[in-house]
């Protein structure tokens, strides 16, 4: 028995050796590998460094009394986007998925939007039990100090509203690195079935809030009740921009790139100008009309519920997540929340881009303001 426990702690300890060599690698050579050699090295790295990461996560949960199994795992991670001396950290979901079992096409393996230059970090979560191994890489690290953060908390809704006020100090002291709301949020989405399409929206979003939920119920609300002619697209125009539109842009495909969205930001009195039916107006969908060539639209609003029996327990980031999943439970049933504020037709041979030009009063051309 106590040769089984020395052998594992060596495994571990070679590991934790193997994750700093590959670590002081990526740091000290990075720039010194030549171009087409360096994606090949970079992602091999990077794979070892997954699979390590991932082996750390289950060696700490399993001293736990965990058992945590391949297939039975979620990870979130913001690799491939987060970069290190300028390089990609691609590779890791690689040896992420290859060591964990998560997987894309079942939801499992979340790739969570960053900057470049936002810390690279893992959240490996054991849907049995609700353990989340958290690990952020130190950017300047050498062959010790491998992870800045290395966490191991139970993050299931359940456990956490049962210990409210102990995970608030928790969460005070960011206790992931600042990324708690994000990894809780969306994990426990994840864990209670979430749609694969509402799971891309909290991707691109880099978390779930209420928010983003308005967002996913109005792209639910369009293709059900606003659907667009075959081979055109939606023209979308945020009237009072919030998390909505990173959903809505992901969920419909309509990017200002491909000039399919407009945003500007309203003033106090933009929105003070509205008229009393047009206040919760918030995102205008146009379409092509059968006929192929004149537009027409409709302005939807986004109705809060009074009440989702959510306790108030001054834990800020469990309160959004309750809210969230009470909203989750409902998100296939978007004409609960969406309603349409007004439909009009763009004249002939105006299009939706023509009101989403500098300096144009799109708010009056649609009559939401007073004439
Ligand atoms: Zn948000």
């Given at each position: 028995m106590k040769t089984k426990i020395l052998f594992k702690y060596k495994i571990h300890r070679i590991l934790l050796a193997i994750t700093a060599f590959f670590i002081t690698a990526a740091f000290c050579h990075g720039a010194e590998t030549i171009p087409g050699e360096s994606a090949v090295t970079g992602y091999n790295k990077w794979k070892s460094i997954g699979q390590s990461a991932a082996d750390n996560a289950f060696a700490a949960m399993k001293k736990t009394g965990a058992r945590p199994e391949k297939g039975n795992i979620i990870v979130l991670t913001n690799a491939g986007y987060a970069e290190i001396n300028g390089a990609s950290t691609m590779g890791a979901l690689d040896g992420l998925a290859e060591t964990t079992g998560a997987l894309r096409g079942n939801n499992t393996l979340l790739e969570i939007h960053s900057s470049p230059w936002t810390k690279l970090w893992f959240a490996v979560y054991d849907k049995r039990s609700g353990l989340c191994s958290y690990m952020e890489i130190n950017?300047?690290?050498?062959?010790?100090?491998?992870?800045d953060i290395q966490a191991l908390e139970q993050i299931n809704i359940d456990h956490l509203s049962s210990h409210a006020e102990e995970y608030k100090a928790k969460f005070d002291k960011k206790v992931f690195g600042g990324n708690e709301f994000r990894i809780i949020s969306i994990v426990n989405a994840v864990a209670e079935g979430s749609p694969s399409y509402a799971v891309r929206a909290f991707e691109f979003h880099d978390h779930y809030c209420p928010g983003v939920t308005s967002g996913i119920m109005m792209a639910g609300y369009l293709k059900k009740n606003f659907p667009p002619v075959s081979g055109s697209d939606y023209f979308v125009q945020a009237i009072q921009p919030w998390c909505k539109e990173d959903a809505l842009m992901v969920l419909l495909n309509a990017t200002p790139g491909k000039g399919g969205y407009s945003v500007s930001y309203p003033t106090d009195a933009d929105l003070e100008n509205l008229l009393p039916w047009a206040k919760d107006a918030s995102t205008v969908a146009y379409r092509k009309k059968k006929d192929g060539k004149a537009w027409e639209g409709i302005v939807l609003a986004f109705n809060w519920a009074?009440?989702?029996?959510?306790?108030?327990?001054?834990n800020g980031i469990l309160d959004k997540v309750c809210a969230d999943l009470w909203y989750l439970k409902r998100i296939e049933r978007p004409e609960e929340f969406v309603s349409v504020v007004k439909s009009f037709e763009l004249p002939e041979g105006v299009s939706p881009k023509d009101w989403a030009a500098p300096g144009v009063d799109y708010m009056g051309k649609i009559g939401l303001t007073p004439e």
């Open positions: 950017p300047s690290a050498k062959a010790e100090g491998i992870f009074a009440d989702t029996q959510c306790p108030e327990t001054g």
